[in-house]
């Protein structure tokens, strides 16, 4: 069977930002997206005691930002997912750090995308047996 190819699609798509989702957003500053999440759904905000996320947008620059995936997990709803945004190519935080911190609270990583020239996002979900 022949790969898909996502790369035409929208930023907010590959993020699987629907019409009406819960979104928190946490470091992310792209004016851009922010507006576009604002557009498709009026329930989007930066307030971390959030909870029953459909998607969650996390930045992370360092390893020892890789500690505030572990609080995310709670305000996820079960079938939400948590992006979590880190820079491309650095050597003080890589997709083995990223994916073990994410692994660490019990979720699964499914998905990976370029979310910017400089970034990389990682997805994690709750596993399906416990939801």
């Not at 930002?65 to 890589?94: F, M, N, S």
């Amino acid at each position: 069977m022949p790969e898909k190819d996502y790369g035409f699609r929208a930023l907010i798509d590959k993020l699987n930002v629907k019409e009406g989702a819960r979104v928190l957003v946490l470091g992310i500053n792209d004016a851009d997206l922010l507006a576009e999440i604002g557009a498709r759904t009026p329930d989007c905000s930066a307030d971390a005691t959030k909870t029953a996320c459909d998607v969650i947008l996390l930045s992370v620059d360092s390893a020892e930002d890789l500690r505030r995936i572990e609080p995310c997990r709670a305000q996820l709803a079960p079938a939400g997912g948590l992006w979590v945004v880190y820079p491309k190519g650095r050597k003080h935080i890589t997709e083995k750090q990223v994916r073990a911190a994410g692994l660490a609270t019990g979720m699964v990583d499914n998905k990976v995308i370029s979310f910017s020239p400089t970034h990389t996002g990682l997805r994690f979900v709750i596993r399906t047996r416990d939801r």
